[in-house]
């Protein structure tokens, strides 16, 4: 009997178990079932593909290729071409400026030009001079023996007394309202930054207004800068307050004192307003000896305004990508200061048309560039979906969504960082003080020096850099998080004792404890960089990524697996006995 129900029983469980299925089994022909080579290697071949070409696109955020100034330069005239536009023009002083820049920029044609204008000072009888201006030249030459004021830079021409008398005889007949509004200014009393006119040593004060006054007259300030002076020296006259009209000096005579009368007018007639004056003149201040190099670009983008600002932004770093885009062409400088964006460095071959679409939709080609960066996320989460299939068996469908989701934010976290990678200059602070540097030291006078009680303290701003750096050590713990979620759920709903699944709690401890360790590593990979000098010092964004990990650690352990342990530990304790009931007396 005992053998016959031994076999019953043994014929019913292996019934049972083929009805049901063993899952250790399913678990294991699943998980032993090969991959589809052909499917894994297209879909990496696929997203590497993807990737190759949204390096290839040249479309940045922050930054320029280099391969959009080459094409935009191209077929566009040169700094030879401006130097040899200015030799036809009879504007020597302007070629000698083009030419000195031609040389920084060793360019081939340097020879070119240089004959040219040798050439062409011989036959105009105006060499070792600037150029001729029959209207400067009538005023000088009628009143003095000296020679033309276009041989030498104006301000120092203006400083010899006879020079400066003929000029005042000339401009005391003027009929221009901003002309007499200029010269009313000599009879300032109280003055700051210059000596007044009536003292001795008041040359450079008188010398600086009657440059003022004679460019005004001549019409070779712009149309709106003129319109700013005139307002400005009417206001200085009604009111007697000369700080803003000794600014303005001051930048002039930073001018005058080394470009000749054809080098100023040129650059005067594309100067918009006195505060790109001003800021052109700070960099003649900080940098005289470039000043070759953003006097040609100036000339070439018709733009000082937007040169000076992208030098007093970018600094020496700009200069050098000013550099580069005046050895392409106008176009490319034209491109440089309209976008006001460093020039990244060059990462292989662009194709030419590639560059060209970019150029026209600028926007359309970094959309894309985007685009094919989050499909080479999205693929590689196809292979890895084929490499390591999810098992159904012992985990539920909450447990498989949760992997499938783990491994969503990890393609895209992927596709961030590819995305990241495509931009070279992502955690480089964009801007330099280099050239902001400009001292003003008040003359010896009686006068005192104004202070303005309405100061405005400037608040700090957060870089970029930082944002971005903080942001990415809080994507990182926010993935840590998601993967310590997703291990307890898994230890949770796995078949088990209680204490079972105690102690693998207990063994992902330091899985657990992963936090802590990518915020430090944050912290100190922050550091090392900024020592190095890769990323601007900011301590905000080095101890971030600890303070993260602090706080994921914490809430891991003290919300989530404080709790799963209380649970398991109820669970484990054995159901009490019931109680005999006693029977009533």
Sequence with gaps: ?????????????????????????????????????????????????????????????????????????????????????????????????????????????????????????????????????????????????????????????????????????????????GGRAILATRDLSTTVEFIPVNQPGGQPFEATILLAALLYEGERFAPTLAQDIRLLAERTSETRLATEWESFCFDLLALGRRLDWTQLSELLRLMPTAKALNDFAQLVQVTPDDLPLFFSAALLAQSPDRVATYLLRFGKAGLADLTKALAQGEGAVRLLVAQQLPVGPARGWVPGFLAAWTLKVPRVMLAGKVLLFLLAGLVFFLVWRELSPVQSPGRGAAGVRMIYFQRAVAAGCLALLLLAAGEPLLFKPLGSSEFRLRLKLPVLTNSPVPTSKNTTVTKPSMELSTILSVLIFAALQVGVYSVCLMKIREIEMSPGSPQLKLRLMENEENLFDSGLYIGIAGTATALVLQVVGVIKADLLAAYASNLFGIVCVALIKIRHVRAAKHRLILESQPEPAPQPVLPLA
Excluded: C
Excluded at 28 to 39: E, F, V
Excluded at 64 to 93: F, M, N, S, Y
Excluded at 104 to 111: H, R, T, Y
Excluded at 147 to 171: D, G, Q, Y
């Design 1 to 177: 009997m005992n053998g016959d129900e031994n076999s019953l029983d043994a014929a019913r469980w292996r019934a049972s178990r083929t009805a049901r299925g063993n899952p250790a089994e399913e678990q294991g022909s699943l998980a032993g079932t090969p991959p589809d080579l052909k499917r894994v290697i297209l879909f990496a071949g696929l997203s590497a593909l993807l990737v190759g070409l949204g390096m290839l696109l040249p479309a940045n955020w922050k930054s320029l290729h280099p391969a959009l100034l080459e094409r935009a330069g191209q077929g566009t005239p040169a700094v030879i071409d401006l130097g040899l536009a200015a030799v036809a023009a009879q504007k020597p002083g302007v070629a000698n400026l083009a030419l000195t820049a031609a040389q920084s920029l060793k360019d081939e044609q340097v020879a070119k030009l240089r004959a040219a204008l040798v050439a062409g000072q011989v036959k105009s009888g105006a060499a070792g001079t600037g150029g001729r201006d029959s209207y400067i030249d009538g005023i000088f030459r009628r009143n003095t023996n000296n020679a033309s004021p276009t041989a030498e830079a104006m301000l120092p021409f203006l400083l010899i007394e006879a020079n400066r008398a003929a000029l005042r005889e000339h401009l005391a007949s003027s009929r221009s309202p």
